[in-house]
């Protein structure tokens, strides 16, 4: 498991100086679908209906502070909303959740959970050994997960050796996960530069993919 560097770039931090990211790295089995995680699923679904409306959803910490920072990188959070506030959002609606697969389905309760908007990646799909995190620039190629072509001109993105792999709206077609996926790294992006928070869902996606999958290796680190 060979961890992966990651930078903030200047631009970024500019833009947004309180910024804190949390990497979890995971060597794992994957599988098609989890009782026990499903069951945990919908308990949390539970407790966001009775908690949440779609007019206060916008105002819980992690997601205010999320679309604070699209503003101040210069992209509409009403139009491209962090996943996150999308997930939760469908939720209150009153529409069930897409199943995927658990990895996919696990990195989606923790963010439901914190509502961070967290970045799932097949780790052996990433080129080179450094991520780093910018800005979206006008005309940057970019195919969303089941969006097609999208459009992340001022969107927070992450690029690896040959181009963007994630934004808080949609990680890229390439590096997404899959059930032939055996190495996770998930990137909770903490606007609020709420370290403990940011500590405690790191630690959440761990918890579940202990208890989930066949989790043999992790690491946990901040940047």
Known sequence: MNRKKIVVSDELRA??????????MATFTNNAYSDGLWHEIHECEADLRGRLTTDTLKHVGSIEATRRAYRACGKDPNRYRPSSEQLVRRILQGKPLYQIDTCVDLVNLASMRSGYSIGGFDADRIKGD????????????????GRGVLNIAGLPV???AIGGIGTPTSDHERTKLSLATTTLLALVNGYDGDADAVARCQDDIVALLRAYTLCSEWETWRY
């Open 130 to 145: 450094t991520l780093t995190l910018g800005i979206g620039r006008e005309g940057e190629p970019y195919e969303g997960i």
């Open 15 to 24: 833009a947004w100086p309180q910024f804190i990211g949390g990497a979890v």
């Open 158 to 160: 992450y690029r690896d």
